[in-house]
């Protein structure tokens, strides 16, 4: 068996509200998750919502990470999306860390495109 | 309990391999399928690779829909994450079938951010 892709969900409790309500600040934070990854980004776009919030994705040459902020609760909701091997989409965790200073990560890993190598190749 | 975000996970097998490949197509089909669930497109963003694949991501005002397609493997794998209770990303599925053409649909929901909704209150 082999999985295309390594999606991990995050949920982020506890997070600095100034932080996630920081459009530039989000934006370094995706790119210097992709560096710290291993991918390679293709382009990052975030958007401020009024009056509080952000949403941000980078597209990647290996799939996507996503962060929509809600600052009033503190949470922030995340996904890293990557395919190929040398891809670790976990790296990015400490990156993510550093910035929002979240009190509590809870983490889903989630196979996607699971498929039989066997009949792949055949 | 209150749920700040609705993501589902789609994995789509046994798509139509040109589908998969067309970038202006997916390009299209987000547009359609934000529209179809009465979400708000912000901007959407695909990309082509070679020798083939098409990764594409509309960010709207209300969260996201993302692809990512293998059509060698006839598959693809998106993810429709939408917050507000106006917005229902089930609503996508139909315009996603009418253009990929899947034989197989499997569906993952994920209630993103669970919060106690007489803690918010407080």
Same mark, same amino acid.
């Given at each position: 068996?082999?999985?295309?892709?390594?999606?991990?969900?995050?949920?982020?409790?506890? %997070?600095? !509200?100034?932080?996630?309500?920081?459009?530039? /600040? @989000?934006?370094?934070?995706? $790119?210097? &998750?992709?560096?710290?990854?291993?991918?390679?980004?293709? %382009?990052? !776009?975030?958007?401020?919502?009024?009056?509080? /919030? @952000?949403?941000?994705?980078? $597209?990647? &040459?290996?799939?996507?990470?996503?962060?929509?902020?809600?600052?009033?609760?503190?949470?922030?909701?995340?996904?890293?999306?990557?395919?190929?091997?040398? $891809?670790?989409?976990?790296?990015?965790?400490?990156?993510?860390?550093?910035?929002?200073?979240?009190?509590?990560?809870?983490?889903?890993?989630?196979?996607?495109?699971? $498929?039989?190598?066997?009949?792949?190749?055949?």
């Amino acid at each position: 068996m082999k999985q295309l892709g390594k999606h991990i969900i995050l949920e982020l409790w506890g %997070c600095e !509200k100034q932080a996630l309500d920081d459009q530039p /600040g @989000v934006e370094k934070m995706l $790119v210097n &998750a992709v560096k710290a990854c291993g991918a390679t980004l293709i %382009c990052v !776009k975030t958007h401020k919502f009024s009056p509080q /919030g @952000v949403t941000g994705v980078a $597209v990647l &040459a290996e799939s996507h990470i996503s962060i929509h902020t809600w600052p009033e609760l503190g949470y922030a909701a995340m996904d890293v999306f990557t395919c190929g091997e040398h $891809v670790i989409p976990e790296d990015t965790i400490p990156e993510i860390r550093n910035f929002l200073k979240p009190d509590k990560v809870e983490v889903i890993d989630i196979k996607r495109g699971i $498929v039989d190598i066997e009949e792949v190749l055949a």
